[in-house]
């Protein structure tokens, strides 16, 4: 493994810590490296594989994919974007999809629509766009603009303009910053890379008002928090609203790599003919994915299995937070849960990978739990008493 490691380091660009492992395969919640060594994987490839790995049904559809047309470019009509497009649109309550590859492109559609919504509008491109402290968007020129981590963004100013930021969950600064200039709200549902923070119920709920009384667009990210994770298939469903586009992506296609920003009708058809675009986006090897992703999901009723095992998730780590004082809060929904320490959590990370367990953190001092949503609760057991090891519980802190 070190060999390729070293060797691996030369050749890409530095830009990740990487865990120093090698994987070759994976097998339902399990990951194993080049030398046969199992993990348990409570990360899922950052919130990716919620059907787990090697899922034979999903695995045929892509084969037969492949071998009849992976790509058509979008000059051309193909079933499986039909397909994919028609159960997405179904899933979101939205009217019209674009696929994208990537979440960060999403972002990026989404930016763009509510752009040329407001300049159809009135007529000029001056718009604002206002977007969370501490939200995480991508890390394209546009994503990067209304990413809400000053660190992120400084060494590549100047950005798009237009971005302004305003604390999450606080509805008088929110209300402070708008202006006859604001085409859009962006907000994560539940905030992914900042700390696993959901949005206050009445807080989403008077954002909407908002947005209706003033024409203005909103824009909910989910591309992590959607897709089942939090025990909808998007967490918007929980708070009895929808937004006027959503991004999609991370489990989108879980492990094929597609996005997607979808939108009402009256937001949608801003954009015209040359407006976007994109070579690959939606092509039918991803967009056959996407399909079989939500037939699956309700063939195994991934959404009843996340709330009753994600809720037996959630016991398990508030019993250790009683039990533990560097622990001070368990936040999140579903299987999109955060455990924040009161102390750096890298080391427990390391301990957690040499005791065969795969987990993330969120910022330096939150752990971040997104397993495969087809966890069972013996699976828990088996992360829970690894876990206790690693933060000393077990008698054994090595
Ligand atoms: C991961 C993520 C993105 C970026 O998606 P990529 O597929 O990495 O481009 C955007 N928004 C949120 C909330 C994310 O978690």
């Known amino acids: 493994m070190e060999n390729i490691i070293n060797q691996q380091e030369q050749v890409l660009m530095h830009t990740y810590n990487r865990y120093p492992v090698v994987l070759d395969h994976g097998e339902g919640v399990y990951l194993y490296d080049i030398n046969g060594k199992k993990y348990l994987d409570f990360v899922s490839g950052i919130a990716v594989f919620a059907l787990g790995y090697a899922n034979g049904e999903y695995n045929n559809v892509l084969k037969e994919q492949l071998d009849k047309l992976i790509h058509t470019s979008n000059y051309f009509y193909s079933e499986p974007a039909l397909a994919a497009a028609k159960k997405l649109v179904k899933a979101t309550g939205m009217d019209r999809v674009f696929f994208t590859n990537s979440g960060t492109e999403a972002i990026e559609g989404a930016i763009k629509l509510a752009r040329k919504y407001y300049y159809k509008k009135y007529g000029k491109a001056d718009s604002e766009i206002i977007a969370m402290e501490h939200s995480f968007h991508g890390r394209s020129m546009g994503a990067l603009s209304v990413t809400g981590t000053k ?9 798009i303009g237009g971005a302004v930021f305003v604390p999450y969950n606080n509805i008088n600064e929110l209300k402070g910053r708008i202006s006859d200039k604001t085409c859009a709200i962006l907000i994560e549902t539940v905030q992914g890379e900042g700390g696993i923070y959901p949005a206050d119920p009445e807080y989403l709920k008077e954002v909407r008002q908002i947005c209706d009384d003033k024409d203005i667009v909103l824009i909910l990210d989910e591309i ?4 089942g994770r939090c025990g909808t298939m998007f967490a918007y469903e929980q708070y009895g609203i929808t937004p006027d586009i959503v991004t999609t992506a991370k489990a989108l296609g879980c492990g094929v790599p597609v996005g997607a920003f979808a939108a009402k009708e009256s937001v949608a058809n801003a954009l015209e003919p040359g407006d976007h675009g994109t070579t690959y986006g939606g092509n039918p090897l991803a967009t056959a994915a996407v399909s079989k992703v939500f037939d699956l999901f309700e063939q195994e009723q991934i959404l009843s299995n996340v709330k009753v095992v994600g809720e037996y998730l959630q016991g398990k780590l508030l019993e250790l937070k009683k039990d533990n004082n560097s622990i001070v809060t368990i ?8 455990l924040e320490f009161n102390i750096p959590v890298k080391d427990i990370i390391a301990r957690a990978l040499e005791k065969n367990l795969i987990l993330i953190s969120a910022g330096t001092k939150v752990i971040r739990f997104l397993p495969p949503l087809i966890i069972e609760k013996k699976h828990v057991d088996e992360m829970i008493s690894i876990f206790k090891e690693c933060i000393g519980m077990n008698g054994t802190n090595k």
């Open 331 to 338: 936040r999140g929904k579903g299987m999109m849960l955060g």
């Open 151 to 159: 660190k992120y963004r400084d060494a590549f100013e100047p950005l």
């Open 224 to 227: 992590q928090c959607g897709m």
